[in-house]
């Protein structure tokens, strides 16, 4: 199948047309135009992390609901937006990224309104989906945008930079979000992103600078987009209610079988599909292919233990949200300084130089709490896991991000990227969901020692694959 793209066009102050190697925009306009999209992705990153200490006071909330059912909170956020990325991206790229990045934005603030209002489980799960479809136009637009901005060689950087905004902002989520709830109830977790998205809206418009691709391709397989959600769905939904019905259960198995055939469905289907929602073409870079794979797997233990972890402080620690919300912000603002100084090296000496000491730092950290974490408070472990842990997870973050597009040219950056955050929320679905069922069994520190070391190994994992991608390139 042949790539039938057939012009990229861009509409900016002192810019001409973009190539795969280069960029005529000034070094400090690129800056500009990655802090402004920064700000839509800022306010994504920010309720990511936001929402793992909303769930605890929406247990107080909604006393009628299960776990299984609050976790819906958490995971329909990450699937919806898994399955809606390719085709939002795609858009971009044909109408415009500047126009999606903006109605992106403005659809992500009303959603958030809306949560926040939100009476029920039932409107509160179908605004964080809304929140999803939104962010959906948001994330691929802006990391074609930055990285077209930049060029091949300062990719890293630029990812690397763009990587650390959301770790900022995911390191702020916890503590100003403990503030706000502690202030006035969980609804203003929600309504931070008002303000928040006027600000990036109109940042947005005077800076961003508008892209689109023309082309005569198809829009990406809607029908693939369906079967991904449903089939992530069924995978979630199995793992969840393996509390109530056990692993073994047939019910359990039944639906985990259904999710499994679903995706092996929708690979099959992209393969034949003439715009497919997985393109399979771009796995035939070895960085991509190897790349994606790291992402997945770091996503699910990233994010495993961001859910664990509040759980762990509320639950077993005893300590009131404010608290706990400011007990997680280390390991976000040692992910964000971690994601900033990966962007330079990987630049300089590759992407795999700088996940490898990641993962080690990752399981040394985290390890650490899995094996020493228990019932009695001790602040010093706590904070020296989070540390360390949070280090490792920046440097894998940002190496891993930069791995994944390095190689890519530039007209195939916008769906390597939207592919790469499928997979990374899929991961990250599923992390969560196996977090649930472990610590749904009994919620004492065994439950949650388990969960850290489910995530210290998955992480370590990531960063093995990544390394055997490096070997496999040396051998060519």
Not at 37 to 52: E, H, R
Request: hydrophobic residues 55%; neutral net charge; contains cysteine.
């Amino acid at each position: 199948m042949e790539q039938s793209v057939s012009e990229t066009t861009y509409n900016g102050d002192n810019a001409d047309d973009n190539s795969d190697d280069n960029t005529s925009l000034p070094a400090s306009r690129a800056w500009l135009i990655l802090g402004v999209v920064g700000l839509s992705s800022f306010q994504t990153a920010l309720s990511l992390s936001v929402i793992f200490v909303v769930y605890p006071q929406l247990t107080e909330a909604f006393p009628n609901a299960s776990d299984a059912e609050l976790s819906w909170v958490i995971t329909s956020f990450s699937i919806v937006g898994a399955a809606a990325l390719v085709l939002a991206g795609a858009i971009g790229d044909r109408f415009g990224r500047k126009r999606s990045i903006l109605w992106g934005t403005v659809a992500f603030s009303l959603a958030s309104a809306v949560a926040a209002l939100a009476p029920n489980t039932t409107v509160l799960i179908s605004a964080r989906v809304a929140q999803a479809l939104a962010s959906s136009l948001t994330l691929p637009a802006g990391a074609a945008t930055i990285l077209a901005a930049f060029p091949k060689e300062r990719r890293g950087a630029a990812i690397g930079t763009w990587s650390a905004v959301g770790g900022v902002a995911a390191a702020m989520g916890p503590f100003f979000g403990g503030l706000l709830i502690d202030a006035g109830g969980w609804q203003w977790a929600f309504w931070i992103n008002v303000p928040m998205g006027a600000l990036a809206v109109i940042a947005g418009i005077i800076v961003i600078p508008e892209y689109r691709i023309k082309t005569k391709e198809l829009l990406p397989d809607p029908f693939g987009s369906a079967i991904l959600a449903l089939s992530v769905s069924a995978l979630v939904f199995a793992i969840v209610q393996t509390s109530e019905w056990q692993w073994l259960d047939y019910r359990t198995i039944s639906i985990a079988i259904a999710g499994v055939a679903g995706i092996t469905w929708l690979v099959r289907r992209s393969a034949s599909q003439p715009s497919p929602i997985l393109d399979l073409r771009l796995f035939s870079f070895h960085s991509f292919a190897f790349g994606n794979i790291s992402m997945t797997l770091l996503a699910f233990g990233f994010f495993a233990f961001q859910f664990s972890s509040i759980q762990f402080l509320t639950e077993v620690w005893g300590y009131e949200v404010r608290d706990a919300g400011l007990l997680s912000t280390p390991i976000f603002a040692c992910t964000a300084v971690g994601s900033w100084l990966a962007g330079r090296l990987t630049d300089r000496f590759g992407a795999a130089k700088v996940v490898l000491p990641g993962g080690v730092l990752w399981l040394i950290g985290i390890g650490w709490l899995s094996l020493l974490a228990g019932d009695t408070r001790d602040i010093a472990l706590w904070l020296y896991g989070v540390g360390v842990g949070g280090v490792g997870s920046g440097l894998m973050w940002g190496g891993v991000f930069s791995a994944v597009v390095i190689d890519l040219p530039e007209r195939s950056v916008a769906l390597g990227t939207a592919i790469t955050q499928t997979l990374m929320r899929i991961g990250s679905s599923i992390g969560v969901a196996v977090s649930v069922s472990i610590i749904g069994v009994a919620v004492a520190a065994g439950s949650f020692r388990t969960a850290f070391a489910l995530s210290a190994v998955s992480c370590t994992v990531a960063m093995l694959f990544l390394s055997r991608r490096d070997r496999r390139v040396e051998a060519q």
